[in-house]
Each structure stands twice: as C-alpha cells, then as structure tokens.
Nanobody, 123 residues
C-alpha cells in the first residue's frame, strides 16, 4: 500500500501562485509514476502532470504547460506542483496519485490516491 497526503491548496487571486505538496509513504517508489489530477464540480477528473520517480520522464497537460511545474524530492518522498499564473478555470480539487507500472495520463491506471486538496482561484 502507498499512502499519499496532499497539502498546499487554498484561495488565491487570478494571476497568483500556489505550491502543492504530496507526501508518499508505505512503499519504495522506485518504479512508480506520480501524478497530479484535478476535478472541478460537474466535470470529469483530468490529468495535470506526472513524473517518473526514478527516471526523467515528465508529462504536462497542454492546458497548464508553461504555468505549472511538477518536481520531486526523492529524499523526502514528496512531489510538488508549482502553479503560477493561476486562472479561474484552474479551480478544482487537486489529487495526487501513484501508478506502479504505468507512465501516462490515464487516471484509471493509477492505483493509489490522496484525499485531495481544494484550489480556488478568484477572478
């Protein structure tokens, strides 16, 4: 089992920044892909970004490319999502997820999920 705990969400004005963190525990993450997804009210869950734990692979959705950056701290078993130039349409619950044998954007392939953290961007 992998436990994931997100933090860092909140209320911010459009154009502002937030940094989300996801602390992982429970298993060695050497072969895992760690991802960020989001879900707005009435909308489907959507991919934001993912990063390979022991490799260099990074994917970022076009909707946030150039504004959001995913990174990791292996020593602390933590991944981050730096969100800059936030827009009202970025408002959603953001989830951290882990996939043991998959690298990609399909949320159904991720086995472990955090509880989510709310990000609200006011216009």
């Amino acid at each position: 089992q992998v436990q994931l705990v997100e933090s860092g969400g909140g209320l911010v004005q459009a154009g502002g920044s937030l940094r989300l963190s996801c602390a992982a525990s429970g298993r060695t993450l050497n072969r895992y892909t760690m991802g960020w997804f989001r879900q707005a009210p009435g909308k489907e869950r959507e991919f934001v970004a993912c990063i390979q734990w022991n490799n260099v692979g990074i994917l970022v959705d076009d909707s946030v490319k150039g504004r959001f950056t995913i990174s990791k701290d292996n020593a602390k078993n933590t991944i981050f999502l730096q969100m800059n130039s936030l827009k009202a349409e970025d408002t959603a619950v953001y989830y951290c997820a882990a996939a043991p044998r998959y690298y990609g954007k399909d949320w159904s392939q991720y086995d472990y999920w955090g509880q989510g953290t709310q990000v609200t961007v006011s216009s």
